[in-house]
């Protein structure tokens, strides 16, 4: 097999499936941008809704979720697909923040996959204050991603 050819190929905790509907595409008929980010945000929340230990603490302390993109997906490249497959992951834990990463992958149309990364932090809503993503909570992530069951 040549170089051209490889792929490296990861498992996803969380894998979701959408029909392209008509509204998703932008004026020039390629999925716009605001529903690769409405796709993203649901698989994102997924994936870390699995984490029990995170949500715990988040309702216990009152906490929300700082989102920061570090790479936004654009839909153009996705092209006109009939579906896409979103997957995500989170391959990195750190002290203070969680990356994210999302595989948005065409079916049908002639679209390439595109891949967006996200840092999440635990903050007090009132305060700003960033929470410590706590050991119990690294290793819960750790044991999901783990765990992953999906290829894309």
């Known amino acids: 097999m040549s170089d051209s ?6 498992k996803w905790p969380v894998l979701q499936e959408h029909t392209v509907a008509s509204d998703d595409l932008d004026v020039r008929g390629q999925v716009g941008d605001a529903a690769v980010e409405r796709w993203a945000v649901a698989a994102r929340s997924a994936n870390l809704e699995r984490c029990s230990l995170l ?4 309702e216990r302390c009152g906490l929300d979720l700082r989102i920061q993109t570090v790479n936004r997906p654009s839909g153009a490249a996705l092209g006109c697909p009939t579906t896409v497959i ?3 992951s989170a391959p990195e834990v750190r002290s203070r923040s969680i990356v994210v990463a999302a595989r948005i992958r065409p079916i049908g149309g002639s679209g390439v996959g595109v891949n967006g990364d996200w840092v999440i932090q635990i903050r007090d809503p009132n305060t700003g204050c960033v929470y410590q993503v706590t050991d119990d909570i690294r290793d819960e992530l750790i ?8 290829w894309n």
Do not use: Y
């Open 55 to 58: 949500q715990t603490m988040r």
């Open 86 to 88: 979103v997957t995500t």
């Open 143 to 150: 044991h999901l991603e783990r765990s992953a069951g999906h």
């Open 5 to 10: 050819g490889s792929a490296i190929l990861t």
